[in-house]
């Protein structure tokens, strides 16, 4: 399956944590809720994903199909399946009157040139006229501790088109790409040098991570994301805000017809979480317990 260079933000989030060790709430150990009532004439369907994940940890069951089949669109963070996708992304991803060379100092700069030289396998000179968050989605991709991975998202593209279901997005390339525009480049640079100098302790991190996931543990997701070092002070612009964004398109788009929408698990969980802003709005978001029965696609 192809990768595509997308959802930098969710990388970042899902990438960026440090485990600890949570009690698990009650009827919070599920990735698959069913949306109702507030008026709704059907159902609709809410689930968790990980973005990439190793292709051994992929599975699929025979409830999320089923879910999926029943829903008349499928809404993802950002519209995966525009055809326009990949010349947005070159474009956005451009710097402007500045290289990294002239972001980085020269010390920061010739020290991560050695590590994408050696670790990563390509010269940072490669990537000089790009914007940091490439730097992120390379380093994030690379430090998944295997070779085969795998995308939710990109699943959930082909199953739509399979069952010739609209895809759509909860918000734009643009939107979520403004999101690191805005960030200072300071602090875009502290980011990357950590991820660097910490990058094999990413790897065993992204395991710890992987295995809350595959237990369907939404509060250890949650408390892993807000532990993070490197996401303090941002959670209002990488995680609530966006959240906050979501819900009246995912309001619209419910009132007309049974939609599939499928975020990172990362966005559900927390008072400021989806399912909870579903909850105050007045829906009723219960949780489907998937049995065992998997399959990988």
Not at 267 to 288: A, D, F, M, N, Q
């Amino acid at each position: 399956m192809q990768k595509l260079p997308v959802l930098f933000t969710a990388f970042f989030i899902q990438h960026f944590c440090t485990p600890v060790v949570t009690a698990q709430t009650p009827g919070n150990n599920t990735l698959l809720w069913e949306i109702s009532g507030n008026g709704l004439s059907n159902a609709s369907y809410l689930y968790g994903t990980m973005h990439m994940i190793c292709a051994e940890d992929f599975t699929i069951s025979e409830q999320l199909k089923e879910k999926f089949k029943a829903s008349q669109k499928v809404y993802l963070e950002i519209d995966m399946d525009d055809p326009a996708m990949n010349i947005k992304m070159i474009q956005l991803s451009m710097l402007k009157g500045k290289k990294l060379s002239d972001i980085f100092s020269d010390s920061d700069y010739h020290k991560l040139n050695i590590f994408f030289r050696d670790t990563i396998g390509m010269p940072l000179t490669l990537l000089n006229t790009m914007k940091p968050f490439i730097l992120f989605s390379i380093l994030t991709q690379k430090s998944l501790p295997c070779s085969e991975q795998e995308s939710y998202e990109l699943t959930f593209i082909e199953m739509a088109k399979a069952q010739s279901k609209e895809v759509l997005g909860l918000e734009t390339i643009e939107e979520q790409m403004k999101i690191f525009d805005d960030m200072p480049d300071s602090l875009q640079v502290q980011m990357i040098m950590r991820f660097a100098d910490e990058f094999y302790e990413q790897k065993k991190e992204f395991l710890k991570m992987a295995a809350a996931y595959k237990r369907q543990d939404l509060d250890a997701i949650y408390r892993h994301v807000m532990s993070s070092p490197d996401i303090a002070g941002s959670e209002e612009v990488l995680l609530f805000n966006r959240n906050k964004k979501w819900i009246p398109i995912m309001e619209k788009a419910m009132q007309k017809e049974k939609v599939f929408f499928a975020v990172g698990a990362g966005h559900l969980g927390g008072p400021e979480g989806v399912i909870s802003l579903l909850k105050e709005k007045g829906y009723t978001v219960k949780g489907i317990s998937e049995r065992q029965i998997q399959s990988t696609k």
